[in-house]
């Protein structure tokens, strides 16, 4: 079992105040690690993982779109690695931005969404994640095609989200939101839940090459997540550009 739980990061166009406003409201929690977002704190490390035995971040420059908090940017920040993270949100911002500053690292936060960054700056970066957030934009592809335009050449790019099908309806809507309470209500709208097959092709339509996909499960008895093969619900997949 796994959930989606970034629903309080917002970094798209067309997406309206009151849904902003709604994020900024649950932010206060971010950090609170037996609070409304423990299960963040426990995926964390397994994304995380995914990540930094995917591609070696010494002497990179990362992005991450739809930071939050900052709960994965601190996992991917060291003395050789630049990390930039963006959000809509004013309140996960400043959370982020106080943290980092308690913990004494240097992580460039900013609040704003990608297409105005991709605006004002010429920096490209050498890999970006963007994780549990195309499921909650009205345009996936552009996301997409935004997250590659503010990548360097031969970039990795990192993305997560759910699976469409009748078990991911009933684990991260039904349990998630009605039955356990782990979500707000209203969290997910299951029409934006992407399949694997739909998702790849996207990637592959904007010249993205595929190096691995996997599932993120979860432990009922040790109450854990772990990286599986199963993609029935949750899905992160490493992809890069092709430039030739």
């Given at each position: 079992?796994?959930?989606?739980?970034?629903?309080?990061?917002?970094?798209?166009?067309?997406?309206?105040?009151?849904?902003?406003?709604?994020?900024?409201?649950?932010?206060?929690?971010?950090?609170?690690?037996?609070?409304?977002?423990?299960?963040?704190?426990?995926?964390?490390?397994?994304?995380?993982?995914?990540?930094?035995?995917?591609?070696?971040?010494?002497?990179?420059?990362i992005i991450d779109v739809g930071c939050g908090g900052g709960l994965l940017c601190e996992n991917l920040i060291s003395k050789d690695t630049?990390?930039?993270?963006?959000?809509?949100?004013?309140?996960?911002?400043?959370?982020?931005?106080?943290?980092?500053?308690?913990n004494n690292l240097k992580i460039d936060y900013e609040l704003i969404n990608l297409e105005d960054l991709i605006n004002k700056s010429n920096?490209?970066?050498?890999?970006?994640?963007?994780?549990?957030?195309?499921?909650?934009?009205?345009?996936?592809?552009?996301?997409?095609?935004?997250?590659?335009?503010?990548?360097?050449?031969?970039?990795?790019?990192?993305?997560?989200?759910?699976?469409?099908?009748?078990?991911?309806f009933i684990v991260s809507i039904i349990g998630a939101e009605y039955i356990l309470n782990i979500l707000p209500k209203g969290t997910h709208?299951?029409?934006?839940?992407?399949?694997?097959?739909?998702?790849?092709?996207?990637?592959?339509?904007?010249?993205?090459?595929?190096?691995?996909?996997?599932?993120?499960?979860?432990?009922?008895?040790?109450?854990?997540?772990?990286?599986?093969?199963?993609?029935?619900?949750?899905?992160?997949?490493?992809?890069?550009?092709?430039?030739?």
């Amino acid at each position: 079992m796994r959930f989606s739980f970034k629903y309080y990061s917002i970094t798209s166009m067309n997406i309206d105040d009151k849904e902003i406003q709604k994020f900024n409201d649950i932010s206060y929690s971010w950090w609170d690690p037996d609070g409304p977002f423990k299960p963040l704190h426990l995926l964390n490390p397994v994304r995380t993982n995914f990540i930094k035995k995917s591609i070696d971040l010494k002497n990179k420059s990362i992005i991450d779109v739809g930071c939050g908090g900052g709960l994965l940017c601190e996992n991917l920040i060291s003395k050789d690695t630049r990390v930039k993270g963006i959000d809509m949100s004013k309140n996960a911002i400043e959370i982020a931005k106080t943290h980092q500053t308690i913990n004494n690292l240097k992580i460039d936060y900013e609040l704003i969404n990608l297409e105005d960054l991709i605006n004002k700056s010429n920096e490209r970066y050498d890999a970006l994640t963007c994780l549990e957030l195309i499921e909650h934009v009205p345009n996936p592809e552009k996301l997409i095609k935004d997250c590659i335009n503010i990548t360097k050449k031969e970039s990795d790019l990192f993305f997560s989200t759910l699976n469409r099908n009748f078990i991911s309806f009933i684990v991260s809507i039904i349990g998630a939101e009605y039955i356990l309470n782990i979500l707000p209500k209203g969290t997910h709208d299951y029409k934006n839940f992407i399949k694997p097959s739909e998702f790849s092709s996207i990637l592959r339509k904007n010249n993205l090459v595929i190096k691995n996909i996997k599932g993120i499960s979860y432990n009922i008895f040790n109450q854990s997540f772990y990286e599986s093969d199963n993609l029935n619900i949750n899905y992160i997949i490493h992809c890069k550009k092709n430039n030739d």
